[in-house]
């Protein structure tokens, strides 16, 4: 346990994940431009993210760094974090009946050497025909507008689908951490190791 560990991230929901390895880390915030090219795919896009995340986060230090980016894709058109309610609705109104697929990408970077572990996680969305009223109370009861796609599948926004196909059911809030785990432990940082005491018992 001698590694230290970063996440590239300042997203609540990715620091949520990360903590269920119990893992002692700490967030960064990695400066880079999310903008996404035009014509570039939605799975290329994410990859390329999350390792620029996570090698902007790593320059000088020798900790292991997590970086992670999500590109929703509606027919091949790319979906972003909507930002305004307008915005949101025309999105959820286009997604209703149909498939939405979610790339999520993660890469870890070794500070010490630059090494870099990468993966695409796809998960696929079928979205329910919710009609335009629901969608507007969805979106004012949760205000997602900073959310890949304008919803939430962690809290209300399960309410919006009809079916999730994934290798991974935590790639989808953002951090497909079954991936993540397996690539800790093969780099040394084992939650599971003998040398860590159990949590104490209140």
């Known amino acids: 346990m001698s590694r ?12 949520e994940l990360l903590a269920r390895l119990r893992l002692p880390f700490e967030t960064r915030s990695p400066d880079v431009d999310e903008e996404i090219a035009p014509g ?4 290329a896009a994410a990859a390329r993210l999350a390792a620029a995340k996570a090698e902007a986060a790593a320059r000088g230090t020798d900790a292991l760094v997590i970086g992670a980016d999500q590109v929703p894709s509606l027919g091949g058109r790319i979906l972003r ?10 999105q959820l109104l286009a997604c209703r009946g149909r498939t939405v697929v979610f790339h999520t ?3 870890i970077v070794d500070g010490r050497n630059g090494a870099a572990h990468r993966t695409v996680d796809v998960t ?15 979106l004012r009861l949760e205000e997602p507008y900073d959310c890949a796609g304008g919803f ?8 919006l689908f009809s079916a999730i196909r994934s290798r991974d059911p935590t790639a989808l809030i953002g951090l497909p ?13 084992d939650p599971l190791a003998p040398d860590r005491a159990p949590a104490a018992r209140p």
């Open 40 to 43: 570039e795919p939605p799975e």
């Open 124 to 138: 696929e969305v079928d979205f329910a025909r919710l009609d335009r009223d629901a969608l507007d109370r969805y």
């Open 177 to 189: 951490l079954i991936w993540v785990a397996a690539t800790l432990r093969a780099l040394g940082l």
């Open 4 to 15: 230290k560990l970063v996440l590239a991230s300042t997203s609540k929901y990715r620091a």
């Open 105 to 107: 990408a993660a890469a």
């Open 152 to 159: 939430r599948a962690e809290g209300l926004g399960i309410i």
């Open 81 to 90: 974090k909507p930002g305004d309610h307008r915005t949101a609705l025309e």
